[in-house]
């Protein structure tokens, strides 16, 4: 039974794959760099920016790496416009957790910024107890930032779930020693979550709810 489930952001509650490859080929051209397939593009979805850059260009400088997170966060911010929402059933479902007295967190290679942005246009902040982003700890796959919320939250390992569409997600799962459930519904195959020990793959948001439901929650805190 889980007490405390921490749900990975972009390709998991936020359908944002697309948004995210665009303005990292658009900085690509900017930077004078070759421009990756929108496949390579999503493949480091869920890393933090700066090794997000260096899995895609491993040759690159520090000066080059430098000079595409800053074009990829003013192409983030202000210069796409393409769309980004949330999967269906996400409001519902983290309610419905929260009804069920489950503790949530968020764990994201996103900064704190880009996280706080999305908190406030989508106001699902006051769902998640607290939330750890790659600019403040180490990126995915160490798990750093799940030490910190099993810490913040004082529940123990066993009885936490980490829900991620990528095997970055997974594989800090196991590292930190918890459990892993696979979004499949995101940038990662169903076949690459099982090679990283999800305990099931869900293909939609309402099913990863449903799972979790289905008698595997219980009360966090009296």
Request: aromatic share 8%.
């Amino acid at each position: 039974m889980y007490q405390l489930i921490i749900f990975d952001w972009d390709g998991t509650i936020m359908d944002s794959a697309m948004k995210i490859s665009n303005c990292i080929q658009a900085s690509a051209r900017d930077v004078g760099l070759a421009v990756p397939t929108t496949e390579q593009a999503k493949s480091i979805i869920g890393l933090g920016l700066f090794e997000a850059m260096r899995h895609l260009f491993p040759n690159i400088n520090e000066a080059e790496i430098s000079a595409m997170v800053d074009a990829y966060k003013h192409h983030f911010v202000t210069a796409d416009s393409t769309e980004q929402k949330l999967f269906d059933g996400v409001e519902e479902g983290l309610r419905a957790l929260n009804d069920a007295g489950a503790v949530l967190a968020v764990a994201t290679g996103k900064s704190r910024a880009g996280l706080d942005r999305a908190f406030n246009a989508l106001d699902l902040k006051h769902h998640f107890v607290t939330s750890r982003c790659a600019d403040e700890t180490r990126s995915k796959p160490h798990p750093q930032m799940l030490h910190e919320i099993l810490d913040f939250t004082a529940i123990e390992p066993k009885k936490a779930i980490m829900v991620g569409d990528t095997t970055f997600d997974l594989d800090m799962a196991a590292n930190a020693n918890i459990a892993g459930l696979g979004a499949g519904y995101g940038v990662h195959s169903e076949q690459m979550l099982i090679d990283s020990k999800a305990l099931s793959v869900q293909p939609n948001f309402k099913q990863v709810i449903a799972w979790l439901l289905d008698g595997r929650v219980e009360k966090a805190y009296d």
